[in-house]
């Protein structure tokens, strides 16, 4: 088993604009061992399957927004915002109302601030979990709000279901990585229970495992292949998968010792049952609920979790926003708007896409908890109408499917053009390559140095650039010193390194250090 090599080794100050809010972003916070993952959450107490508030959060880096949807109290629906910087895993910022923006269908127009409630607090214990203290209330817990569709369930959870392949880095106790694999996670050749498989470099590990939860795996039964390829020494493996997210510990036995390392990882692709197809990046006819390196068919790629916004209307004023969340064969959708009078407001529905494009129908809802209020239900108000998403992105005459771009259509307006919002500066340049990453089976680098075209490490033995003759492949160029067979080498690949978004270099941590993980979890 090969371990990683580790190809050694400013402060960023600056401003953006978040729906029409400045925020300062730093860089002298101290790390977090995790990432909290962007999406929908719910203060845990009220997830009764019943409508209510909820928080769409969204992390990136250092800097953290939020968009509350909730009621007054006369039971008209409303939507706050918070945005600030992590200090750590917690962050206290103003809980902000606005007011007189646009409606469904009506003319272009800017909100403007109605005041704050008072400061929010959130804090983070893992990638899942945390709480939240708003206004007038007690301290309580939060989580993330996960769904799946019935057909996911069929698809890779019940017995003899299809398979999903994932990239995972064992971490040590400092939280560097020490090993990388490939493996897959579904109905193993021989037995009707989930397996799980490890490979890298022409040596496996395959287990039979235990499904402990909803999406939660405990693997202790080594299955020997008839084969003769080279095992791994993995001895237990346990895994759980959120969104895409994966996180869990693998036994490896060094020196006749078992150690012990965290896991962080990422799903890539699925396949159905019964296709029999293999597991190659993205198998054809196969239904993705994951990010994909890329090669599959249309529809078939999940669009990025988090705030959305449409890009015209991105002119540091405030305005309107959008929360999407897809996870697990579930779209889930957040529009917070005003009503044609002005008043703020929100809209919201959800429904099974394991494909896109994708038509939600909107509802608007009244009657739930107000800050400070008792806890109470809400009720389905209105019908708003439907909301279609198509997420691709064109450049001339080409266009290609995007996680991160989609034509936007909402009720009695023309389609426009909806962007994932980039909440930290320099998004496609050099700094946003500045972090730790695995760029291919053996080589992890630490890209340190921001040189203005390119991010290198501290030596300059390994450097990336973006390729901008190929803006929508958003491709980037690195090089890297490797060493064979005690020969000094040049390797050269061409990536795609995007940060909050699938790529086919897996990002281990961002450019301030954090973890990109959901970190270490209870459940």
């Given at each position: 088993?090969?371990?990683?090599?580790?190809?050694?080794?400013?402060?960023?100050?600056?401003?953006?604009?978040?729906?029409?809010?400045?925020?300062?972003?730093?860089?002298?916070?101290?790390?977090?061992?995790?990432?909290?993952?962007?999406?929908?959450?719910?203060?845990?107490?009220?997830?009764?399957?019943?409508?209510?508030?909820?928080?769409?959060?969204?992390?990136?880096?250092?800097?953290?927004?939020?968009?509350?949807?909730?009621?007054?109290?006369?039971?008209?629906?409303?939507?706050?915002?918070?945005?600030?910087?992590?200090?750590?895993?917690?962050?206290?910022?103003?809980?902000?109302?606005?007011?007189?923006?646009?409606?469904?269908?009506?003319?272009?127009?800017?909100?403007?601030?109605?005041?704050?409630?008072?400061?929010?607090?959130?804090?983070?214990?893992?990638?899942?979990?945390?709480?939240?203290?708003?206004?007038?209330?007690?301290?309580?817990?939060?989580?993330?709000?996960?769904?799946?569709?019935?057909?996911?369930?069929d698809d890779y959870l019940a017995p003899k279901s299809g398979?999903?392949?994932?990239?995972?880095?064992?971490?040590?106790?400092?939280?560097?990585?020490?090993?990388?694999?490939?493996?897959?996670?579904?109905?193993?050749?021989?037995?009707?229970?989930?397996?799980?498989?490890?490979?890298?470099?022409?040596?496996?590990?395959?287990?039979?495992?235990?499904?402990?939860?909803?999406?939660?795996?405990?693997?202790?039964?080594?299955?020997?292949?008839?084969?003769?390829?080279?095992?791994?020494?993995?001895?237990?493996?346990?895994?759980?998968?959120?969104?895409?997210?994966?996180?869990?510990?693998?036994?490896?036995?060094?020196?006749?010792?078992?150690?012990?390392?965290?896991?962080?990882?990422?799903?890539?692709?699925?396949?159905?049952?019964?296709?029999?197809?293999?597991?190659?990046?993205?198998?054809?006819?196969?239904?993705?609920?994951?990010?994909?390196?890329?090669?599959?068919?249309?529809?078939?790629?999940?669009?990025?979790?988090?705030?959305?916004?449409?890009?015209?209307?991105?002119?540091?004023?405030?305005?309107?926003?959008?929360?999407?969340?897809?996870?697990?064969?579930?779209?889930?959708?957040?529009?917070?708007?005003?009503?044609?009078?002005?008043?703020?407001?929100?809209?919201?529905?959800?429904?099974?896409?394991?494909?896109?494009?994708?038509?939600?129908?909107?509802?608007?809802?009244?009657?739930?908890?107000?800050l400070g209020g008792p806890g109470q239900a809400a009720t389905?108000?209105?019908?708003?109408?439907?909301?279609?998403?198509?997420?691709?992105?064109?450049?001339?005459?080409?266009?290609?499917?995007?996680?991160?771009?989609?034509?936007?259509?909402?009720?009695?307006?023309?389609?426009?053009?909806?962007?994932?919002?980039?909440?930290?500066?320099?998004?496609?340049g050099s700094q946003s390559l500045l972090g730790q990453w695995?760029?291919?089976?053996?080589?992890?680098?630490?890209?340190?140095?921001?040189?203005?075209?390119?991010?290198?490490?501290?030596?300059?033995?390994?450097?990336?650039?973006?390729?901008?003759?190929?803006?929508?492949?958003?491709?980037?160029?690195?090089?890297?010193?490797?060493?064979?067979?005690?020969?000094?080498?040049?390797?050269?690949?061409?990536?795609?390194?995007?940060?909050?978004?699938?790529?086919?270099?897996?990002?281990?941590?961002?450019?301030?250090?954090?973890?990109?993980?959901?970190?270490?979890?209870?459940?």
């Amino acid at each position: 088993m090969k371990a990683l090599t580790n190809i050694k080794g400013r402060s960023v100050r600056a401003a953006i604009a978040v729906l029409g809010l400045v925020v300062p972003v730093a860089s002298s916070w101290a790390a977090r061992d995790f990432t909290p993952q962007a999406g929908t959450w719910v203060i845990s107490e009220e997830l009764n399957g019943k409508p209510g508030r909820g928080l769409a959060i969204d992390v990136q880096g250092n800097t953290f927004f939020m968009q509350v949807f909730g009621y007054e109290k006369n039971g008209d629906a409303t939507f706050y915002t918070a945005t600030g910087q992590m200090d750590g895993n917690r962050v206290t910022a103003p809980l902000m109302q606005y007011q007189g923006g646009r409606s469904f269908g009506s003319e272009a127009r800017d909100a403007v601030e109605a005041g704050s409630a008072g400061d929010v607090t959130v804090s983070f214990t893992n990638g899942l979990h945390g709480s939240i203290q708003l206004p007038g209330e007690k301290v309580l817990p939060i989580q993330r709000f996960e769904v799946r569709s019935a057909q996911f369930e069929d698809d890779y959870l019940a017995p003899k279901s299809g398979v999903r392949s994932f990239q995972t880095v064992a971490l040590d106790g400092a939280g560097q990585p020490v090993f990388y694999w490939r493996g897959s996670i579904g109905r193993h050749m021989k037995s009707p229970t989930h397996g799980v498989n490890l490979e890298m470099g022409g040596a496996y590990a395959d287990f039979s495992c235990l499904r402990t939860g909803a999406d939660m795996y405990s693997c202790s039964e080594p299955i020997v292949r008839s084969l003769s390829s080279p095992r791994l020494p993995v001895n237990a493996i346990e895994l759980r998968i959120s969104a895409g997210g994966l996180q869990g510990f693998v036994d490896v036995i060094q020196n006749g010792v078992v150690q012990r390392y965290s896991l962080l990882g990422r799903l890539v692709t699925g396949m159905k049952k019964d296709t029999g197809a293999s597991i190659p990046e993205c198998p054809p006819y196969s239904v993705v609920y994951a990010e994909p390196f890329g090669g599959c068919r249309m529809g078939n790629k999940v669009p990025v979790s988090g705030t959305w916004v449409v890009e015209s209307e991105l002119d540091g004023k405030p305005g309107r926003g959008f929360a999407l969340d897809f996870q697990n064969g579930v779209a889930i959708a957040q529009v917070f708007n005003y009503q044609p009078g002005g008043q703020p407001t929100f809209h919201m529905g959800s429904v099974d896409a394991p494909k896109t494009p994708v038509t939600l129908p909107l509802g608007q809802y009244a009657g739930g908890r107000y800050l400070g209020g008792p806890g109470q239900a809400a009720t389905l108000l209105a019908d708003a109408g439907s909301m279609r998403l198509e997420f691709v992105e064109t450049v001339g005459r080409f266009s290609i499917e995007s996680h991160t771009v989609a034509k936007l259509d909402l009720p009695g307006e023309p389609t426009r053009r909806l962007v994932r919002m980039e909440l930290e500066p320099d998004a496609e340049g050099s700094q946003s390559l500045l972090g730790q990453w695995v760029l291919s089976d053996d080589t992890i680098v630490s890209l340190t140095r921001d040189l203005g075209s390119r991010a290198a490490n501290a030596d300059e033995t390994a450097w990336c650039e973006r390729a901008p003759k190929e803006p929508l492949l958003h491709l980037v160029s690195c090089q890297w010193m490797h060493v064979y067979d005690d020969k000094v080498v040049w390797q050269k690949a061409n990536l795609i390194m995007r940060p909050n978004s699938p790529g086919s270099a897996l990002q281990i941590r961002d450019r301030h250090g954090n973890l990109t993980g959901l970190g270490l979890l209870q459940d």
